[in-house]
């Protein structure tokens, strides 16, 4: 039971990953008061990149930098439309996802003529397991052991990059006077602009933060947990980390315990999979790889209590003359 348990947590931090890092992404763009739908969008893209350009120049690192670069150009883009342009940002970040959704599928099938997917990876261009001091030592030992070497050890540098990302947002926007200012943006972009900063600026910042994150977030989906991009491989997940950053209350660290569950959820179902449950016995595949998503809805619906978001997310800033 014990081992049975170290491996559905450790596939549940393995799960969670991307979704804490885009859960964080659309966190900084909707402090400063950007609502992000196109969340989905920028990772999908960013798995593109990073795959893409891993199977040509032969580097995750490359990968990487390709996944942020695009994901952010993205997200300059929907900022583009929604802070320069003040359009509505709800359509802006659906047209984002339709964008990404076409564009990767078009370009997968031009580039390597595999049905939208990129060439395998091999293990030189993805991102390799990390092995922390005594994780081999202490293998052996009961329960620490299994704790230190099989869950804590053993995974990519990016997942240590998400769960890191959680304090260090918390420690952004609550101590650093551009965290303030951010969360200033968001809330009462009038009283920031009298105080002479550019609320146009601070947006385009939270929206390029939010860029980076989500590219990250693409780049440990096709370099990390896969070994390749396949079509609309981000299934949904932009929107579940968008659920869980309502859930949180729009907060960094309950945003992680958010993501976590929700990884925990997806972990469970596939080790219930071909499971023989009581009562109805053994359940549909289907049923089974929709859980998750029927207990994200019944989470939202009735555990989350009032969250209030920003209250100029969503509205668009007009300088008074």
Request: aromatic share 8%; glycine share 12%; hydrophobic share 55%.
């Amino acid at each position: 039971m014990f081992d049975a348990a170290i491996l559905i947590l450790d596939s549940t931090v393995r799960l969670s990953t991307p979704l804490l890092l885009v859960c964080l992404a659309g966190l900084y763009s909707e402090r400063a008061g950007v609502i992000d739908i196109g969340l989905e969008g920028k990772l999908l893209a960013g798995a593109f990149a990073a795959a893409a350009a891993a199977a040509v120049f032969g580097s995750p690192w490359i990968g990487l930098a390709a996944a942020v670069g695009v994901s952010i150009a993205l997200a300059l883009l929907h900022g583009l439309g929604c802070i320069t342009f003040r359009g509505n940002q709800i359509v802006s970040g659906v047209a984002i996802n339709f964008l990404a959704a076409g564009l990767t599928a078009l370009l997968g099938q031009a580039w390597f003529s595999q049905g939208g997917r990129t060439p395998a990876l091999g293990p030189e261009q993805r991102f390799g397991e990390l092995s922390l001091p005594l994780a081999q030592t202490l293998a052996d030992v009961p329960v620490l052991g299994g704790i230190w070497s099989e869950l804590i050890s053993g995974h990519s540098i990016l997942v240590y990059l998400a769960f890191a990302m959680a304090p260090i947002t918390w420690w952004t926007l609550g101590r650093t006077r551009f965290g303030l200012r951010l969360r200033a943006v968001g809330e009462n972009p009038a009283a920031v602009d009298t105080a002479g900063i550019s609320v146009a600026r601070m947006r385009y910042l939270a929206v390029a933060c939010c860029g980076a994150l989500c590219g990250a977030a693409g780049a440990y989906l096709s370099t990390a947990q896969s070994a390749g991009f396949i079509k609309d491989m981000s299934a949904g997940k932009g929107f579940i980390a968008l659920a869980a950053l309502i859930f949180a209350k729009w907060r960094p660290i309950p945003a992680m315990f958010a993501c976590l569950l929700f990884g925990f959820l997806d972990a469970a179902a596939i080790r219930l999979q071909g499971v023989s449950l009581p009562v109805i016995g053994s359940a549909p595949v289907e049923l089974i790889q929709a859980l998750p998503y029927l207990l994200t809805v019944v989470l939202l619906a009735g555990f989350i209590g009032a969250a209030r978001p920003p209250r100029a997310g969503g509205v668009p800033y007009v300088k008074e003359r």
